[in-house]
């Protein structure tokens, strides 16, 4: 996984301004804020995993697995992610 200090500070401001939108229920512009920080550092794993997380609480279940996925391609052993990737597959499963 890339260290933090080797992540652009402009990803991990958007970043942290996201935790914030998120935290206050505000998903879509939490999102908006995650894209454009992965624009800029492409492999920054928890903006990415992040998105899962907002995407899920839209309901948006397939986004949110994509997103889980990206971040186990980019590391395989991210327990968080595989948890969570496993958690919205259910939900899938449940909503068929």
Do not use: W
Request: with cysteine.
């Amino acid at each position: 996984m890339i260290p933090f200090n080797q992540i652009p500070v402009e990803a991990i401001t958007l970043y942290r301004k996201s935790l914030e939108m998120s935290g206050r229920g505000n998903y879509e512009s939490a999102l908006t804020l995650l894209s454009s920080a992965v624009m800029i550092a492409p492999q920054f794993a928890a903006a990415i995993c992040e998105m899962g997380h907002c995407y899920e609480k839209l309901g948006r279940f397939p986004e949110a697995a994509a997103k889980f996925d990206k971040v186990l391609m980019l590391h395989p052993t991210h327990v968080e992610a595989e948890m969570n990737r496993k958690r919205v597959l259910e939900k899938i499963r449940s909503d068929k």
